[in-house]
């Protein structure tokens, strides 16, 4: 028999690569597709699309100069204000930062950068809690202030001031600058500043002429990345802002369930969720464009410091970064820890020193009330919740994986997809499923259930994220030599795939669990009174007076910033090893 013009032979019809490109394109694989879309649909989908109807139908009733436009007015502008001051701030910080940690040799520098990162993996609730512990009333530094100088009051008033949000978001979203800037700035050839110098450029020249041209799209790309965060900052204004400090986040929390202005509720939602795609756009644009950097080894880059004026400069960075990222760190564990203020109803004289009775008292009914839940039922609900959580998100991350065709312009158009509840701010999410889920046919609004649904639609996008690369990177000649010795394509993944991705699917099941513990946005809506979650107890807590509430709040911030510390450690030391060359 002949062989065709490509050379095959005709009576050979096993072809392994056609057999594999089944996968994904058959109408089999195509079902699994399916419990996806109807999550999305349901979960997502319908609830914002609620959100849309309700707040157009009462469009009409906002009439120019009224109670609602003043306060959409100055909701908006705050939010830009706030957003566009705290980004300022960390730039100003956060770019001498990545040129101390990128481009100069000390000791400590390693650890400093992996210091620099802990804030942004916290969730906002533990950080607010840390700053309060660290400027607050009673936090460290006031207490330190009193007892040198021997005063009665508190000398630092910046909890309920515009001051204290702007630190949390300094302190919240100074690693992405850092990280950013400074990796590009590390790749940046040194020759480039010292040939520019043999021309006779001053130092001021080649920065301005040759460094900052180059590191501009970076800049801008991190300024827009930090912008987009203090946008839709949430917690952080709840708990450190003022009655007169709302986000268009805070107003939808306060409008919702403080005043049941569902409709003003709803149209602070619609302008939320316009805003954040506008700015995502702008970041995916500029984020995109080719950045014209010469590779170089960081070791390359990398110098010691000369001259006193390099080695003040290192000094004073590394100072304030110490305070700023470790003061309100080391404040939370030791408010924890060392009792300073009475009880709430305390008469008796306070004993001051080290103490576990803010640990225990989380799981103790002091006053045998029924109605109250202790701290370690939150504990609870947030671990079973985050437990649900990790499981869907894995599920759904792989049915999405294999079930869509992941090629081309399709897989463009599936990520955009599944990119666009990211951009959907929580809070939006919690108010939609208020609407939704209290109508018919949906009456599920007392569900405890809605909660890691909520959750799952968080995590989901960055569980995609890790677990398309982990598939991608697979060799296609395992899955070729599998078909040749007759494996079908379920046992292609179940014999090869999921082995190989096997620390991406334990890292992916470890990142869900940490965002569902931290997250708060869409909790504080759904979350109900005998079903409270540890970031809706933290904040809970805090809003009460007494010293045992209030390291209760400092104890119980500890637990989830140790718990989410580690999973983050965990995948940071898991994800980015080479699970193939590790097989070999």
């Not at 607050?136 to 006031?142: F, M, S, T, V």
């Not at 021997?150 to 630190?167: D, H, K, N, Q, Y």
């Not at 917690?235 to 805070?250: D, Q, W």
């Not at 312009?409 to 509840?421: F, I, N, S």
Request: proline residues 7%.
């Amino acid at each position: 028999m002949a062989a065709r013009v490509d050379g095959s032979h005709p009576a050979v019809r096993f072809d392994p690569p056609a057999r594999l490109r089944k996968i994904g394109k058959s109408p089999r694989w195509g079902l699994l597709a399916i419990i996806p879309l109807l999550f999305l649909t349901l979960f997502y989908l319908l609830p914002v699309l609620q959100v849309f109807k309700n707040s157009l139908a009462d469009l009409p009733f906002f009439q120019p100069g009224s109670a609602n436009i003043k306060i959409i007015y100055r909701t908006v502008g705050f939010t830009f204000w706030q957003a566009t001051l705290s980004t300022m701030l960390t730039l100003l910080l956060g770019l001498p930062a990545a040129y101390v940690l990128y481009r100069f040799e000390f000791p400590g520098r390693k650890l400093l950068r992996v210091m620099t990162a802990i804030p942004f993996i916290l969730p906002t609730v533990v950080v607010a809690a840390g700053i309060n512990a660290f400027i607050g009333p009673r936090g460290w530094a006031n207490q330190a202030i009193q007892q040198v100088f021997s005063l009665e009051s508190p000398p630092i008033l910046l909890v309920g001031t515009l001051t204290a949000i702007l630190i949390a978001h300094v302190f919240y979203n100074l690693t992405i600058v850092i990280r950013l800037v400074g990796t590009a700035w590390s790749s940046l050839n040194p020759r480039l500043e010292q040939s520019a110098r043999m021309l006779g450029a001053s130092s001021r020249q080649s920065f301005m002429r040759i460094t900052l041209p180059l590191l501009r799209p970076v800049i801008v790309s991190a300024a827009l990345l930090v912008f987009i965060f203090d946008f839709t900052s949430f917690g952080v204004i709840l708990l450190l802002g003022g009655p007169k400090f709302a986000t268009l986040e805070v107003e939808i929390y306060q409008q919702a369930l403080a005043y049941f202005n569902i409709p003003l509720a709803s149209l602070l939602a619609l302008l939320q969720m316009l805003f954040t795609l506008l700015l995502a756009i702008t970041y995916q644009y500029f984020s995109t464009r080719p950045i014209p950097l010469v590779p170089a080894a960081e070791k390359q880059t990398l110098r010691a410091p000369q001259g006193w004026k390099q080695k003040t400069v290192i000094v004073l960075t590394v100072v304030v970064l110490i305070m700023l990222i470790a003061g309100p760190l080391f404040s939370l564990v030791g408010s924890s820890l060392i009792r300073t203020d009475a009880n709430r109803g305390q008469r008796e004289t306070v004993t001051t020193g080290w103490t576990l009775d803010y640990y225990q008292a989380l799981a103790t009914n002091p006053r045998e009330d029924y109605f109250y839940i202790p701290p370690v039922e939150a504990i609870w609900n947030s671990l079973k919740f985050a437990a649900v959580t990790a499981m869907a998100s894995l599920m759904l991350g792989l049915m999405m994986v294999y079930g869509f065709p992941w090629r081309g312009k399709k897989r463009a158009l599936m990520e955009a997809m599944l990119m666009v509840p990211l951009g959907t701010s929580a809070v939006t999410l919690g108010l939609g499923y208020i609407i939704f889920f209290n109508q018919p046919p949906f009456t599920w609004g007392d569900s405890q259930w809605l909660i890691p649904m909520a959750h799952t639609l968080v995590a989901l996008p960055f569980v995609m994220r890790g677990l398309l690369s982990a598939v991608a990177a697979i060799p296609p000649s395992y899955r070729h030599s599998a078909a040749v010795l007759g494996a079908s394509p379920w046992k292609v993944i179940w014999l090869i795939d999921l082995p190989i991705i096997r620390r991406s699917l334990v890292s992916s099941l470890v990142f869900a669990f940490t965002i569902s513990l931290g997250e708060f946005g869409a909790t504080t809506f759904l979350a109900r009174p005998e079903f409270p979650t540890l970031p809706v107890a933290i904040f809970r807590f805090l809003s009460l007076p007494g010293g045992m509430n209030y390291g209760q709040a400092m104890a119980m911030s500890t637990i989830l910033m140790l718990v989410c510390a580690g999973g983050i450690f965990f995948i940071e030391n898991t994800l980015f090893v080479n699970p193939v060359r590790e097989e070999k």
